[in-house]
């Protein structure tokens, strides 16, 4: 599809990012989560910058087996097998699956594998209450994992519901309850994502599982990536194609719920919802041009947006905004 808004991703700016989190937990490994085509950046694109992590997770076996196309390294699927036949996938490319609710069991114990080759992580459900085994089912869910022929290792994970919060105790309630469950499985541990590998060491056990903050986004609540020593890995950007001068009073764009307060200059600029740019984005939501910091105006349209260029005669068409 060729339209002019432009996301240009910096590898740099990832492999900046990765070694952040290395230092910040330097006595975990880095299972580095790319699902979602590395959270929009183009997987097989960026796969380069993550030469230094231990592992990647994508969330489903068919993201896993693609994945296994392009790179050697361990790959955990983290929503695990949705069908039986999702094992043989595991087996055959070397997958390893997280098993988070008992059907899944079910499954393997019907299955039977010449080879015992399949590493597995055990979710176990601290709190969020999205994936994972209630606490008093973790113990059985690991020993009918540990006891079956084909695995030959079982680690245990968790996840956060409140880690980009610091000051949210829930935190600390979520891994006591997670150290309570596995503390007599011999097991290698995970509980960590960006905001935990950043706010919260004591989340860092034998593996961190660092997301959002590797593509340069600050996990916390109030604080910027930049405060974080975080560098941005997507510069998106979009062409000015109309300068319109309006009066006070004129309404801009659809259900004209921008009332021109003063006569004004606008920019209509080449990217709308369907480039992925956020419907809902409000008039708040920062512009910058020619180093000028603007703001939105109006509705977001399917390829246009408005903005604000008020006073500043130096910008005209065809200028790069970045948004
Ligand atoms: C199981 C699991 N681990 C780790 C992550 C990474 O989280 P974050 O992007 O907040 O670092 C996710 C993200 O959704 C996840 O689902």
Not at 189 to 214: E, F, K, T
Not at 225 to 248: E, F, N, S
Request: aromatic share 6%; proline share 4%.
């Amino acid at each position: 599809m060729n339209r002019p808004a432009r996301a240009t991703i910096d590898l740099e700016a990832i492999r900046h990012n990765v070694k952040v989190a290395k230092r910040a937990a330097p006595q975990s490994r880095v299972l580095a989560a790319v699902k979602a085509d590395a959270y929009g950046h183009g997987l097989t694109r960026v796969l380069s910058a993550f030469e230094e992590v231990d592992a990647l997770a994508v969330a489903s076996v068919e993201e896993a087996v693609a994945l296994r196309a392009v790179s050697d390294k361990d790959i955990v699927v983290l929503q695990g097998i949705r069908q039986p036949e999702h094992l043989a996938l595991c087996t055959k490319h070397a997958l390893q699956p997280v098993f988070h609710q008992s059907q899944q069991l079910d499954w393997l114990s019907r299955w039977s594998s010449q080879d015992s080759m399949l590493s597995v992580w055990l979710k176990v459900d601290s709190g969020m209450h999205r994936l994972g085994f209630d606490l008093d089912a973790v113990e059985r869910a690991f020993v009918r994992l540990s006891d079956h022929a084909a695995v030959n290792r079982v680690a245990c994970m968790t996840h956060m519901a409140c880690a980009d919060d610091r000051s949210d105790d829930y935190t600390l309630q979520q891994l006591k309850a997670f150290e309570r469950v596995t503390a007599d499985l011999s097991a290698p541990r995970s509980a960590a994502n960006s905001a935990c590998v950043l706010g919260w060491p004591q989340a860092h056990y034998d593996w961190v599982r660092p997301g959002i903050m590797l593509y340069g986004a600050s996990p916390f609540i109030g604080d910027t990536a930049q405060d974080w020593g975080l560098q941005p890995a997507m510069r998106l950007t979009a062409p000015i194609v109309a300068i319109k001068h309006c009066r006070k009073g004129d309404a801009v764009g659809y259900g004209r719920s921008w009332v021109c307060p003063k006569p004004m200059t606008l920019g209509v600029v080449a990217i709308g919802y369907g480039d992925g740019y956020p419907r809902h984005a409000n008039n708040q939501t920062p512009a910058w041009v020619k180093g000028h910091t603007t703001h939105l105006v109006g509705r977001v349209s399917m390829d246009m947006i408005a903005i604000d260029l008020t006073g500043y005669t130096d910008v005209s068409i065809d200028d790069e905004v970045v948004l």
